[in-house]
């Protein structure tokens, strides 16, 4: 089956579409997937102004939801129309859309509800794909955080893989899914990822820069250690058991202002050093306890050096007795970084229409699996599979195409 994943993170900057096509084998119960490519198109400057306009700690209202709302469905169908022409030779069989976060409702520990804006008709009728959305709700009605989702597929890609194996997802807010060695797999946000950085450069630069390209102001700068050691011992958030999941609700421009609050005037460079240095600890002291020996790391996190540069830093004093944790990218199993959620809600998307758990209540904390989202018919033919079969225990990534999608292999058992 052709499919192709919709995703826009919390640093909300652009749409993002990966084409693949996937085929569950039941000889090995494996799922096999072949990835097509990558579309990406930032949002319209008016509606991620409305957008950011409208995040917590804003206030805002229901007009302006309904029309961020269609704005967002209509920008990521659009994305969608491009993914299936030019990746998909217009022969897409089903899109999965992640949507736009707008609040993740968390209250001592537990989630009560979460918002995705970006209504799905748009893209059903834009592409004419049925259409599978929303996934995150079913997963907090059953009891979970309704995140890290991606961990599923980060347990499908680590399983085998020796000592113990971690993914690390840095966009907005950070994430990990680790695989102990004979216990049960584990999955959270550590924190903030790219969120207080993007902030303090949008305030230091009066809105005109979205975040600190190539890590160029961390890299200048010098971290100042007595707001590092504010920052992290007056965050109760980091200190959380897992599961736990957090967002800009907690951390955002505001949240920042109040923690500079008695330190003067410092530095550009050293704010954003101090900043850099914060995501890559969190990082590192959740990973640190679990032992890990290797992460590989997605998101927009990787293309920042001097974060990067910090995280490898942070992580080779080691874990004990197995040594410092090897720093690895997504694509060493297959997925690039900067595409990887997106193939990630792909395989959710196909999941859910053939009637199989998108979530694993041992990282989400949800009672149980639960078949996630709702389906959005399109205008072609929907065909929905027969009885569903065995949940996937492994996701094989076959090389990347080359040439027109149109002749590309199908996945084979």
């Known amino acids: ?75 990521f169908a ?13 022969r897409a069989e089903l899109v999965s859309s992640h949507g736009q976060t707008v609040y993740h409702w968390a209250e001592d520990g537990r989630v009560r509800g979460t918002l995705q804006l970006g209504e799905p008709a748009w893209i059903a009728e834009r592409s004419g ?14 009891g979970g955080q309704g995140a890290p989702l991606v961990s599923l597929i980060d347990l499908m890609l680590l399983r085998g893989r020796p000592g113990v194996p971690a993914a690390l997802n840095i966009g907005g807010i950070a994430n990990v899914t680790v695989l102990p060695t004979g216990g049960g797999p584990v999955a959270f946000d550590t924190g903030p990822g790219n969120a207080l950085i993007d902030a303090a450069v949008r305030e230091l630069s009066a809105g005109k820069r979205a975040y600190d390209a190539d890590g160029a102001l961390a890299a200048a700068g010098r971290v100042h250690e007595g707001l590092l050691e504010r920052l992290l011992c007056g965050e109760p958030y980091y200190r959380m058991p897992a599961p736990r999941t957090t967002g800009k609700e907690l951390f955002h421009a505001d949240y920042l202002r109040t923690r500079l609050a008695g330190f003067g005037e410092l530095r550009p460079q050293d704010l954003v050093a101090t900043l850099t240095r914060l995501t890559a600890r969190t990082v590192a002291d959740a990973l640190r306890p679990l032992g890990t020996t290797e992460v590989f790391v997605s ?45 990630a809600f792909a395989v959710l998307g196909y999941l859910t229409l053939h009637g199989l758990p998108g979530n694993d209540p041992g990282c989400t904390g949800a009672a149980g699996p639960r078949v996630l989202g709702s389906l959005t018919p399109g205008s072609r033919t929907l065909r929905l599979p027969g009885r569903p079969g065995r949940a996937p225990h492994s996701l094989t990534v076959r090389g990347l195409l080359d040439g027109n999608a149109s002749r590309s292999p199908r996945p084979r058992c």
């Not at 659009?78 to 217009?90: F, I, N, P, T, Y």
């Open 1 to 75: 089956m052709r499919v192709i994943g919709l995703m826009s993170g919390t640093s909300y900057d652009a749409v993002d579409a990966a084409a693949a096509d996937l085929e569950l084998c039941a000889e090995d119960g494996a799922l096999h997937l072949v990835p097509l490519g990558m579309v990406s198109e930032p949002y319209p400057d008016d509606v991620r102004e409305a957008l950011a306009a409208a995040l917590p700690p804003a206030a805002t209202t229901l007009a302006e939801v309904c029309r961020l709302d269609t704005r967002i469905g209509q920008a």
């Open 299 to 343: 998101g927009g996190g990787v293309r920042n050096p001097a974060l990067m540069a910090m995280l490898r830093d942070e992580l080779a004093d080691g874990t004990g007795s197995t040594g410092s944790t090897a720093v690895r990218m997504s694509q060493e199993l297959g997925l690039p970084p900067e595409a990887k959620e997106a193939y």
């Open 129 to 142: 794909c049925p259409v599978v959305s929303g996934f995150r709700p079913r997963d907090v009605a059953a």
């Open 78 to 90: 659009a994305v969608a129309a491009r993914a299936d022409r030019e990746l998909c030779a217009g």
